[in-house]
C-alpha cells in the first residue's frame, strides 16, 4: 500500500468515526441545535487534512484518484457513487450499457 493510499485510508477512517459519533449523539438525543454546530466543528477540526487541501493536492494523489473513462478526479466522491477502483460508476454504467445496445 502507497504513503497516498495509507493517508486516505487514516483518514476515511477518522470520517467514519465522525459520523459515527454524530449518529450516536444524535440517536441519543444529545445534540442540540444550539451545541449540534459546536460540536460538529470540533469533530472536524481534528480531522486533520494536512497535506490534502484543495491548493495542496499532489499530482499522485490527483493522479491515483482519476476515473479512467473521463478522466475527472474522483478525490471528493463518495464510495457509493464509484465503480471500479477510481472510476466513476455514472462512468462505468455508461459503458455497459453502450456495449449491451
Not at 17 to 39: A, F, P, W
Amino acid at each position: 500500500m502507497s504513503k497516498i493510499e495509507k493517508e486516505i485510508k487514516q483518514i476515511r477512517e477518522e470520517l467514519k468515526s465522525i459520523k459515527d459519533d454524530l449518529k450516536t449523539y444524535i440517536n441519543q438525543n444529545k445534540l442540540t441545535d444550539e451545541t449540534s454546530k459546536e460540536y460538529v466543528e470540533a469533530l472536524i477540526s481534528n480531522v486533520k487534512l494536512s497535506n490534502l487541501n484543495e491548493e495542496g493536492l499532489s499530482k499522485e494523489y490527483l493522479d491515483y484518484w482519476t476515473c479512467d473513462h473521463c478522466g475527472k478526479n474522483t478525490h471528493e466522491i463518495d464510495y457509493d457513487y464509484l465503480g471500479n477502483g477510481t472510476n466513476h460508476l455514472e462512468c462505468e454504467l455508461k459503458l455497459e450499457m453502450g456495449e449491451k445496445n
